[in-house]
């Protein structure tokens, strides 16, 4: 029901859109295109769900974006609906609500697919399949996910809080992009078509559409803008676009010829060197990246700060495969000859995104990064974290491991002074020869103090802030120390080694042959954990 309702409303929508331009142009007796007007809803219907059709001239693939989101928007009421009559209450189950409707939404595609033939014009039933499913998926999904949330009362940033931490913040550095590089693609559009808006006023003119007509003209227009928006995004990225063969539209030249006349391709340069004032437009995929690898870490900072390069490159990496996608879904031919090859090459578009949004994010990403550890060692001042020593004397210092405010700091065993003892978390301790005990325990854990549960989501949500941010101070100290303890423990035993060696071949001894009455010294050595940083005590 969910999925002929959208459809049903999809295509009565289209089809008064249809009936009005017929009426508004010269035509014949009602009862003699009665067939034309349903079988052009029908191909308007399937064009709005990014239908390709096949003409005699060649193919018609260059579809505009915006009439999706007529479907979009009647499927995600349908999705809301039936998730309100079946009562959907757990998260998993919202794949299978989006199935249910994506299923027979893509059979009724299709089978409108195969009623719309003609001699003349030929749908594509393969690609009306799959783009009613696809669409029929997410935005029937997308309602019921948004149903789902209403009625539970979470809120978007709890629905990010399931996921985990590096994938949620890549999400969140994709979107952030993607979205700074459409709308610098907007603004390069909008700026461009204002400078030769009086040249699209005359186009118009010339058209001579009339009341009707030209509301209609200014409705396929708005359904074009995505389209413009992508390519105008293809300029500012370099590789540009073609509006015919052997065309081209970029920063490095312009080469264009004869147009089809339509106000919207005012906006293009003419023929020659691209517009200087066009050229800033390169500077648009560095500040995206810029944008994406900021808040890749500042939803997820990295302990360690050559990690932060690299999911910040991912980042970009992520965003040329969601522009490459973009390029190939905006562009195509428009029939044969001449505008057999409009758009941009996705492959090209793809490969300069990921490589100048993901050069500028993993740049952004590191600065980021470590202005994040910085800020949070300033805060902290002289209130450092609290530490224990162990060992003997001023020359030991003992080990220093950080320890929550309220906290009580742990004991450390004394040792005797020949006993290596490492910095950071590591406390080194002698172990016996032959039994399973060691000589003593560092200390008991102290377990962290129980907080209140907060009463309000909120509260919650900043709960859960500050033991995360908690959690990443733990694990890069905890890092730090181990790195430092294991460097110290490899100089000592290859001091020891020395030593032992220098010592046997003074007495005159073989390095394979154990000297009789000769025993070894063992030591183990412990890794000191905040209680709030690692689950499991002694750890």
């Given at each position: ?20 331009g ?9 009862g ?61 189950y ?168 339509f106000?919207?391709?005012?906006a ?13 437009a ?26 932060a ?12 495969i ?64 609290g ?44 172990l ?77 001894g ?30």
């Amino acid at each position: 029901m969910a999925a002929a309702t959208a459809a049903g409303s999809g295509l009565a929508a289209i089809v008064t859109l249809t009936i009005i331009g017929w009426v508004a142009a010269p035509h014949d007796t009602f009862g003699e295109d009665i067939v034309d007007i349903l079988q052009g809803a029908v191909l308007a219907w399937l064009v709005g769900h990014h239908v390709s059709f096949t003409v005699p001239d060649g193919q018609i693939a260059l579809l505009p974006l915006g009439l999706v989101l007529l479907p979009g928007l009647l499927l995600y009421r349908s999705g809301r609906w039936l998730a309100r009559s079946c009562e959907i209450l757990r998260l998993r189950y919202v794949w299978g609500a989006a199935v249910a409707v994506a299923g027979p939404y893509a059979a009724i595609a299709g089978t409108l697919a195969l009623v719309a033939r003609t001699e003349a014009i030929e749908p594509s039933m393969p690609r009306a399949l799959v783009m009613g499913f696809a669409i029929a998926f997410l935005a029937a999904g997308l309602g019921a996910l948004r149903q789902l949330m209403r009625d539970k009362g979470v809120a978007v940033r709890d629905l990010l809080e399931l996921m985990p931490a590096r994938p949620r913040s890549l999400l969140v550095g994709l979107l952030a992009s993607t979205g700074t590089l459409l709308l610098g693609g907007l603004l390069l559009f909008a700026a461009a078509l204002a400078f030769a808006f009086p040249e699209a006023v005359e186009t118009t003119r010339v058209l001579g559409p009339g009341v009707v007509g030209g509301v209609l003209l200014v409705v396929i227009q708005l359904a074009y803008l995505p389209n413009a928006v992508v390519f105008a995004v293809c300029y500012a990225l370099g590789p540009g676009f073609a509006m015919g063969a052997g065309t081209v539209v970029a920063p490095t030249g312009v080469s264009v010829g004869a147009l089809p006349v339509f106000p919207m391709l005012a906006a293009l340069p003419d023929d020659g060197a691209a517009p200087a004032v066009s050229l800033v437009a390169l500077a648009l995929p560095f500040a995206a990246g810029a944008v994406g690898g900021v808040l890749t870490q500042r939803s997820a900072p990295d302990a360690v700060g050559e990690a932060a390069p690299l999911w910040g490159f991912v980042c970009g990496v992520t965003t040329g495969i969601l522009c490459a996608a973009m390029a190939e879904i905006a562009g195509g031919p428009l029939g044969g000859e001449r505008l057999s090859e409009v758009g941009p090459s996705a492959w090209q578009v793809g490969l300069v995104a990921a490589l100048e949004v993901g050069v500028a994010a993993a740049v952004a990403a590191w600065i980021a990064n470590w202005w994040y550890w910085r800020k949070l060692r300033l805060g902290k001042g002289t209130e450092s974290p609290g530490s224990t020593e162990s060992g003997t004397g001023a020359a030991k210092k003992g080990a220093r491991a950080p320890v929550r405010p309220g906290a009580e700091p742990r004991p450390v065993v004394e040792l005797p002074p020949d006993v290596p003892v490492g910095k950071g978390l590591a406390t080194v301790t002698p172990l016996r020869r032959r039994d399973g005990q060691g000589v003593g325990d560092a200390g008991e854990e102290a377990g962290p103090d129980p907080e209140p549960s907060p009463a309000t989501p909120g509260e919650m949500r900043a709960a859960r802030d500050r033991e995360r941010a908690a959690r990443t101070v733990d694990r890069g100290a905890e890092r730090g120390a181990r790195k430092e303890a294991r460097r110290e423990l490899r100089d000592h035993r290859r001091r020891e080694r020395r030593e032992a060696k220098d010592a046997r071949r003074a007495s005159g001894g073989r390095w394979w042959r154990r000297r009789q009455g000769e025993d070894e010294e063992m030591y183990g050595i412990t890794y000191e954990a905040d209680p709030g940083g690692v689950d499991a005590p002694g750890h």
